[in-house]
């Protein structure tokens, strides 16, 4: 008895510290960012390195917010992302419900290609699509930067959408179709409102994906009318200086909006992750 | 077929009330997916075909080029920048991987342990994942940063090293400090994937094992090690291509410098495609590497397709 006791206080001890090791590597960059993005510059080149600011400011924040134009490249961010939200959302939901419910020719075919574009990396694509927006003229405006983001949101909304649609028992539809309702009907006042949390939690990742996507944005994007954040950062840390107080404050703003998305919806990302296998 | 099989000269009666008021299935089914095609079509499957095709001329930005042959390829195989580049990839894949792959083992079998305020533990452990690859890679710039940053510091503080470490502009510790970067940034999706995979165990095997005398040790690699293999087979492989295709972190942290030795594949595309306007010659360092994502991609693809009918 005794030595299992001891054993079990061994084993929680480790797993403490285990613990504290994973807390500690997962939060200090980020925490390193909060606290400079609170320093005056004197005391962020001062060494050595100060772990609380002695004299916080929030000048930083102010110089970003009203003296910079990246207020107008996180408004960017925000139009491209919320337009490719709801444009996945929808073409994801039409696509995945035929192949959830119903029998076509080529069904198993589409699964099995949208998966493979999902997990077709964007860095084999954004040559060819430069192309592309470049002869529909789309290159440096929002929209082109939208279209070029439905190439990995699509698929990926359709396949999170297919799996979803498929833990919705099939008598509902079917009553409903027996009733007389067509299938966009069906879709619409029966599908949809059960797959609602399901919707919400792919309509969040697609709004993450645009959000924090950079190579496309480095590429597409260059004017300060159609450049979001992302690009917006490399415009600054391309030049020589870093005026890094600014930086991280400009990160912290940015950070915001994804973070309160993962509070709010935590748990549900961890199952969606399961489900779908996510980016991370 | 019944039309034909009626006597000649016997009229058809008027057509019957149809009973299906619907329109074929398929139909439907065809026409719901027909923007998704739409997309697939003009924005991946059209693109993807023009730049395999624009790998062998010598397309620049301004001008559609001429037909070149395999010059583009033999220039790459010849280029110094590219072979380094290739092998930067590779190595940084690999190592990030096998990596991630041990601690996000670790990591879940911690996290996954009763403990007071479980879910707060675990979202701070997690919050990598939410941080903008962007942001994640700024941050690391600021703690490698040769002259003001915390991290010189630290270890010249607490005797590590008697001399200032170049973390980002001597080439072989450059790609050390990327490395550590993009284990920070992808650890977090292994920690979960796998918490999710220990969660789904039955608990019945472990007290089984447990019941006949296996300490933890043994029942990890016995019980829970076997358990997970489809999820870790699918983890290891999406982040390998994640990885792989990593752009951000490279190009902030060194920009692929100093002397063009710290360049991954996209971002050495990045520069010849888009940074010197040679998109032939881009787009030859990207279709140098389509096959190996065609065979990841088919393993994926099926393994995923698997998983989501089981």
Redesign the interface.
Known sequence: MVERQRTKVI?RTI??L??LV??V???A??Y??VV?SLKIPRE??A???TLIPHIPTLENYRAVLFESNFPHFVLNSFVVAVGVTVISA???A??A???AR????G??A????????Y??????????????LQKLGLVDTKLGLI??Y??FT??FC??ML??YFRTIPHELDEAA?MD?A???QT?RSVVLPIASPGIAVVALFAF?HA??E??YA??YVYSNDSKTF?AG??GL?MGDT?I?GQ??AS?VI??LP??V???AA?RYI??G??VG?V?? | MAANALPAGFSSPPAPVRRR??KP??L???A??A??AA??A???A???A??IS?AFTDRAVAQSGHWVGLANFAALFSDQIFLHAAWNSLLLTVSTVAVKLVLGL??AV??S?K?PMR?L????????????????A??????F?E??G?LQ?LVL?LGLSDHPIYWLSDPNIAMVSVAVAMI?Q?????T??F???LASIPSDLHEAAAIDGAG?VRRFFAITLPQMRGVIA??VM??A??T??S??MV??LTGGGPANRTHI??TL??QY??GESH?GL??AV?VSV?PV?II???L??GR??RR?EA
């Open positions: 084993r797993t403490a285990g613990i994973a807390l590597w997962s939060l960059p980020v390193w960012v400079t962020i080149y060494l050595p390195p929808v073409i994801g039409l696509a419900y035929p192949i119903m029998q076509f020719h069904r198993s589409t699964a099995r290609l949208i998966v493979a574009a997990l077709l990396p964007p860095s084999l694509l954004f040559i060819p699509l430069f192309i592309v279209l070029a439905l190439t699509v698929p359709t396949w297919i799996g179709r007389g067509s299938r966009l879709l993450t959000w924090n950079f190579l480095l590429v992302t950062l490399a840390v870093f890094w930086l991280m990160s940015a950070i994804i973070l998305i993962y509070i935590q961890v199952e992750l399961a296998s980016k991370g | 008021r619907h299935d398929w439907v089914a065809y719901f997916l923007p998704a997309v697939f003009a924005l991946i059209y693109p993807l023009d730049g624009t670790t990591f911690l996290l342990q403990m879910g533990i675990r979202a701070l452990a997690f919050l990598p994942w939410a941080v903008p690859g962007m942001i994640a700024l941050s690391w710039k600021w703690i940063d002259q003001s915390v510091y503080q920070w992808g650890l977090p999706f292994f979960m994937m918490l999710a995979a933890m699918v983890t999406l982040s291509i994640w792989f295709n752009f951000e190009f902030v594949l996209p595309a990045y495609g888009i998109l881009g787009s990207i389509i994502f990841l991609i088919v994926l693809t995923m397709l989501d």
